[in-house]
Structures are given as C-alpha cells and as structure tokens.
C-alpha cells in the first residue's frame, strides 16, 4: 500500500468517526445545540439526559459503529499491514474527540473506541462491559465508569491477545486519551459536583 493510500484511508476513517451524531441528534429531534444543554457533551449519556432513551440508544450504536467499521471493513479493502486496522481505529476515536465539524469539540471517545475494540479484540470488551455497568449502577457515574473500564482494559487486551502488541500498545494509549479527555469529569468528582446518570436533566424552554 503507498503511503498517498495510507493517508486517505486514515483521512476517511477520521472523517467517519469525526461524524457528530449526537449533534445531529439534538438538531433533529428539538432543533437544538447539545453543546448547551445538559452536560454539554457531545456523547450519548447526554442525548438521553437532554432527549431521553429514543435517541441516546441510535447515537450511541452508530457511535460504535463509527470505531468497529473502520477496523473491519477500511482495514480489508485498504490491504496494508497488519496493524494498519489499528491506525484506522484511532484515527476513527480521534476524529470522534476532536471533531472538524463541531469546532473540534465532540465526544470523549468511549463508545467509538469500543466498536474499535469489537472488531480488535471482542472478548476484552466482553469482559470489560460487566465492570463498567457495575460500577455505573453502584455509583451512577458514567464518567467514572468509562474511566474505571478504560483503565483496566489494556490488561483485559494482553489476557485475551495473548500480547498482540498492535492492540494492546492502541489499548494503552486510548486509556490514557479516553481518561485525558475526563479530566473536567475527575474535576467534578473530587468536588463532588458530577452528575449523576440517574439524574434526567429536562429540557429548559
């Protein structure tokens, strides 16, 4: 593969995972910004604050698909080295994060670095969902949850790639970026002022 191919496959992956379904989502159902709503956050756990389940179960699903599909369907028609089809996962989770579309302000990653994993390494996300919905539904945090399976996860990959480095070296640097961008979230976590997932944030007039 030449190295002008490389780049638009990663160009494209990007592109894909940079698509700001959430935004779309409060455009179409209330004609609205979810920048300014809610948490303010361009991800699912804010759709079903502000919209509820109708739309937060589509925007997150596509949002996993926009990681998985760059994997498994780019990384075969592309044909390039075996690692490629981690490049195109995180190019997909990076443009998901910092999106062109929304000023470079999207989501924090996790569903899209999710279906990155689905197609990596399905049974480290398998293995990781259990954790991360025990520990949503003993403290009602999605941040922390996400940050709590994010931190564990490069373990999870090594047991179940049996040390693919690929992965697990991907694994470990989406921990740290999905972690860096909760760094407001582990502010208010310590403040005690996070909200809560339990907690549905209505709609202002």
Do not use: Q
């Not at 399976?149 to 690929?166: D, K, M, Q």
């Not at 972690?179 to 976590?189: D, F, G, P, T």
């Amino acid at each position: 593969m030449s190295v002008s191919s490389a780049i638009l496959w990663l160009a494209a992956s990007y592109l894909l995972g940079a698509t700001p379904t959430s935004f779309f989502a409060g455009r179409l159902a209330r004609g609205i910004d979810l920048r300014e709503h809610g948490s303010k956050n361009l991800g699912a756990t804010n759709v079903y604050r502000v919209l509820g389940w109708r739309w937060a179960i589509p925007v997150a699903l596509i949002d996993i698909a926009k990681g998985a599909l760059p994997v498994a369907l780019f990384g075969a028609w592309a044909r390039g080295a075996p690692g490629f089809p981690v490049f195109l996962g995180l190019a997909a989770v990076l443009g998901h994060i910092l999106s062109p579309y929304v000023g470079f302000k999207g989501g924090k990653g996790v569903a899209t670095a999710a279906g990155m994993f689905l197609a990596l390494a399905p049974l480290a996300v398998v293995i990781a969902l259990p954790v991360w919905g025990l520990c949503l539904w003993a403290t009602g945090y999605v941040s922390l949850s996400s940050i709590l399976a994010a931190a564990i996860f490069p373990v999870l990959v090594l047991l179940t790639t049996r040390g693919s480095a690929p992965p697990l070296i991907a694994s470990i640097g989406l921990a740290l970026l999905i972690v860096y961008s909760h760094r407001a979230n582990i502010r208010r976590l310590m403040a005690g002022t996070e909200n809560r997932f339990r907690t549905r944030k209505e709609l202002t007039p």
